[in-house]
């Protein structure tokens, strides 16, 4: 794959095909798109976590649509390759068809976002459906599912029981056959993401449903461990930058405290 042109729906599917592993990054802002975008990340999300991870929520509910277009604005400007999905928040797809179709409309031409997410199975199928005629690409969710939290009872594991994966088997199939071009599958054990996996002809993206995925998606603080995240069996921190900000930080306020900074080589004379 051609590492300086825009990845594309097509270029996923393929890269499903041939067993090239999807990389995908959940990014908020500018600066992390753009640190995702030049790294290489295939695909970035615009997640509603950023309820949880920047906006100080205790759950992505609070998350408004206009939250999620201002925050795809932003993150869309600095995407040069990688393509942008973007989350439809809590409540924006569930009313009726008319409606969704407005809000993902907005996404898309407010936001710039290449496609949209729904959280759900077969309850949101005829939205997933809607949109894909309309020509928005639509990317599934299934599993642990965060908008669903409090009916869920908390963030567990699903698909524990038989009944239960053969429930997400068949969401997943209904969400490929509505049109959906790719399905993240959340805190799912790993058996169950790869049958799954080995099910569908679009790609699954996992997070905490282990190896047989054909991607995997982390947030970008949770990778840089930035902002003292929450300790998760299935993140992996791959370098500690939230450290050297906090020491940053307190040597500038040391500084500043102790008239150290600023010093001679920081200050402008008056030229007479």
Known sequence: MDMNKPVTILNLKKMKRENVPIAVITAYDYPSAKHADEAGADVILVGDS??????????????????????????TRAANRSFVVTDMPFL???????????????????????AIK?????????????????????????????????KLGGYIIQGKTNEKAEK????????????AFAVVLEL??????????????????GIGAGRGCDGQVLVYHDVLNYGKPAAKRFVKSFVNIG??????????????????????????????
């Open 118 to 150: 729904m959280e759900g199975g077969e309850e949101i199928i005829p939205a997933v459906t809607a949109c894909v005629n309309a020509g928005i690409p639509v990317m599934g969710h299934l599993g642990l599912t965060p908008q669903a939290i409090h």
């Open 188 to 205: 799912v054990p790993e058996s169950v993401a790869r049958r799954i996996t080995e099910r569908l002809s679009i790609p699954t993206i």
């Open 243 to 272: 450290e050297q900000i906090h020491s940053g930080i307190q040597s500038y306020v040391s500084e500043v405290k102790n008239r150290q900074f600023p010093d001679e080589s920081h200050v402008f004379e008056l030229k007479d």
């Open 92 to 114: 924006t797809y569930h009313g009726s068809l008319d409606n969704t179709l407005r809000n993902a409309a907005r996404i898309m031409q407010e936001g710039l976002a290449k």
């Open 50 to 75: 950023l309820g949880n991870v920047v906006l100080g929520y205790d759950s992505t509910v609070p998350v408004t649509l206009d939250d999620m277009v201002y925050h795809s604005k932003a993150v």
């Open 168 to 179: 997400l088997m068949s969401d997943a199939l209904r969400l490929e056959e509505a049109g």
